[in-house]
């Protein structure tokens, strides 16, 4: 048995189908440029991929191609094969504290919380309304990215922003990534077999982000309303004081759009240096390019912030974990950052560190005082675990 997880974005649906009892993919692909002249579809099974170029004209276009590739190259979508479909959606609000089975009543509430995530929820919206009408009898199940965080402290998770105006607009910390977040967590906990951990976990990918997990509850985490707030990130500036905002309105005579995606899609490494891949900038950095040496050092700067104000805030530390494109990959970003936390106790083993795997493994010395580890994240896996969950199976 298995699970079907989508992940439908604007112009495009992430697919997979995995196993959630053994961790098998067995098929996976990638539906993109929907709504364009020209689209493209990669379907991955039995470790070959078959591209397609077409027009999909909307979600259901693809949707609907990509059941026939499943039929074409199997295994047929029906409630024998299929146990769940599990639904990424990046924004729960006040909602969800966990994931949800879909009915028209959820159905509802992730469209009232469009407002809290305009570029996200309306495509996961149709991604959902799509694949219920294709597969009528299979059981759908939204997994929200900011369910982890539901629980946060009040502390964390309110802004000092006038009382009435936060609670007009729904104007709190939600965090995102959660998903990840809370399945490397417990991974940490069942690989060094303990629960009573105060961890930081670093999901660094494109996007990035902090949290800090006592006992399995997250008590802070990075992203914010959106996530645009926090690490520095591919594209993304993360932290930065909103008054550059009016700053840019006002003397750069830029409308709120345009600062929306200077900030979003226009910043980060790739404002720094022209590229948002980690890897380019680690280049640059070793052959002492200037822009890159600074885009390192902001980088690993704003890390070492998050981890001093987490280890404060959770009265100290014992794992830091390491995950995603570039926290599972860049021994180089992982050995500068360990270096710098010295004083916290942390002491990266450099043979440890270089070690290449898939597998969850403790990258510190054995008499580091904290615990360093690499755990690779496996969203769609956690989906397809939480679907599972929920439809009691
Ligand atoms: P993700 O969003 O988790 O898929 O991570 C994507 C990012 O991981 C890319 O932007 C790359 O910068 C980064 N990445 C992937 N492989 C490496 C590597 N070997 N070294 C450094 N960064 C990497």
Do not use: C, W
């Not at 053994?22 to 493209?40: D, K, P, Q, T, Y």
């Not at 083993?349 to 360093?372: A, F, G, H, L």
Request: charge should be negative.
């Amino acid at each position: 048995m298995s699970v079907l997880v989508i992940n439908a974005g604007s112009s495009s649906i992430k697919y997979q189908l995995v196993n959630p009892d053994n961790s098998e993919v067995i098929v996976s692909g990638l539906a993109e440029r929907i709504g364009e002249e020209m689209g493209h579809i990669d379907h991955t099974h039995d470790g070959e991929t078959t591209s397609l170029d077409l027009p999909i004209a909307d979600h259901k276009a693809g949707l609907q191609k990509i059941l026939e590739l499943f039929d074409e190259f199997g295994p047929h979508l029906g409630p024998e094969t299929v146990r769940a479909v599990g639904h990424r959606v990046v924004q729960g609000g006040r909602y969800f504290d966990k994931a949800a089975l879909i009915d028209d009543e959820v159905q509802k509430l992730i469209e009232d919380l469009i407002p809290l995530a305009p570029l996200h929820n309306p495509a996961h919206l149709s991604g959902i309304k799509v694949a219920r009408s294709l597969l009528p009898d299979i059981p759908h199940v939204a997994v929200f990215d900011t369910a982890f965080f539901q629980g946060l402290p009040d502390e964390a998770a309110t802004y000092a922003l006038d009382r009435e105006v936060a609670e007009k607009y729904s104007i709190r910390r939600y965090g995102a990534h959660g998903t990840s977040h809370q399945y490397v967590s417990a991974k940490v906990a069942e690989f060094l077999g303990r629960d009573d951990l105060k961890q930081i976990v670093l999901h660094m990918g494109n996007g990035a982000s902090a949290s800090a997990v006592v006992n399995g509850h997250a008590v802070e985490t990075s992203m914010g309303l959106t996530p645009l707030e926090g690490l520095v990130m591919g594209t993304r500036t993360g932290d930065i004081d909103p008054a550059v905002v009016f700053h840019l309105a006002r003397v750069g005579g830029m409308s709120i759009d345009e600062i929306d995606t200077l900030f979003n899609r226009g910043s980060g490494l790739k404002g720094l240096t022209g590229s948002n891949d980690m890897r380019d900038v680690q280049d640059g950095y070793a052959a002492g390019d200037k822009d890159a040496t600074v885009a390192m050092e902001v980088y690993v700067h704003r890390l070492l912030k998050y981890i001093g104000s987490y280890t404060a805030v959770m009265g100290g530390l014992d794992v830091l974990t390491f995950t995603a494109g570039v926290g599972e990959n860049s021994s180089a970003v992982r050995a500068l950052v360990g270096e710098r936390l010295a004083s916290l106790g942390v002491k990266i083993d450099e043979e440890k560190n270089e070690v290449r795997s898939r597998e969850p493994r403790v990258i510190s010395t054995d008499d580091s005082r904290v615990k360093v580890l690499v755990v690779p994240t496996n969203e769609e896996l956690a989906i397809a675990r939480q679907a599972m969950d929920i439809i009691g199976a």
